[in-house]
């Protein structure tokens, strides 16, 4: 098996979460760690820097794994794709447009690059489902989505990194939001027409939003809401998916925090003649999942693309300019 020599640029826990699933895949070599915290790189043998230009500039490798704040996350994918090194970023891509529009020029401008973008969700077992079904059109076309996701902060949450708006670019919307308006871009298409309310509702001493309601309009006229909170003090998960003859739930994920309840997906076919139920209680089909692979789906598909010439298919540039593009909108109000 031909490896991917790989460096890894923030050894929080995102950097971790990836060097682990690279280990498990077992196509990539990783030869060398970078954090500006060195207690984060504690523990791991491979060479180690404090300088994310020194460790691409003195790293023999073919890849570049960035897991930092937000705000280096551009000048990192912009150095390393000028360099000529296929690049794997978490997301959000940048704080914000500009960012994500800066990072595609660095892609337009190289030669075959190769660039995607983290958002997980996408490979959850349960949206690979959804996804599966709804392009199977055994429920009719998708035509609105109702989703909440929210978290309950942290104890310090007012001081995380994560609600500094320069290291940031925006609160939870941007941090944890971004993955179900992701998912219903994937699922529905571009948003083009958009409407919220952005609010501090309880974190009121700090700079960021701890709650985004917003409504989505397709120019094809499919509609969602979407509810990003930082205020839910039970973590929830939730996607409901509306098609002209069916109907499908998403609820619960796994995650490293086990909060979010049991990841399973249901669907309903539209039967408005009782055949297989009551009115308004069609048959149920669900299944359940027990384990998340969606760090190992997504390394694969990356090392497919570096190793194997694949195309990226999901988390390219394209998607995470249209999703920095949208969530401009959600906080232009
Ligand atoms: N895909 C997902 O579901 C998911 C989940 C959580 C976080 N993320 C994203 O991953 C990124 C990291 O988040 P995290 O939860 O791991 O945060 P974290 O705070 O645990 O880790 C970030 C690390 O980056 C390091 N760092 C910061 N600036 C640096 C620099 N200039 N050079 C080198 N290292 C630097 C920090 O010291 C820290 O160790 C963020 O962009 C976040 O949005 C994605």
Partial sequence: MDKIR???IGMGRMGKTRYNAMKRHGGYEVVAVCDTNEANMEGYEEKKYTDWKECIDNSEMDAVI??????VIPDIVCYSLGKGYSVFSEKPPGRNLDDALRMKEAYDRAESPILKYGFNHRYHNSVIEAKALLDSKILGDVVCARGVYGKAGSPDFTHEWRNDTQISGGGIMLDQGIHMLDLM???MGEFTEIQS???QLVWKDMPTEDSAFSILRTSDGKVASLHSSA????HKFSLD?????GFISLNGLLTSTNSYGEEKISYYRKDLEQKTGGLGKPMEHTMCFDSDQSWDYEMKEFYDAVVNGEPVKLGTIYDAVNLMKMIEGIYRV
């Fill in 66 to 71: 960035v897991c930092t704040y937000n705000v």
């Fill in 241 to 245: 998916l509306i098609c002209t003859k």
């Fill in 231 to 234: 205020i839910q003090w039970r």
């Fill in 185 to 187: 871009y994937y699922f």
């Fill in 197 to 199: 309310s952005v609010d």
């Fill in 6 to 8: 790989a460096v890894i």
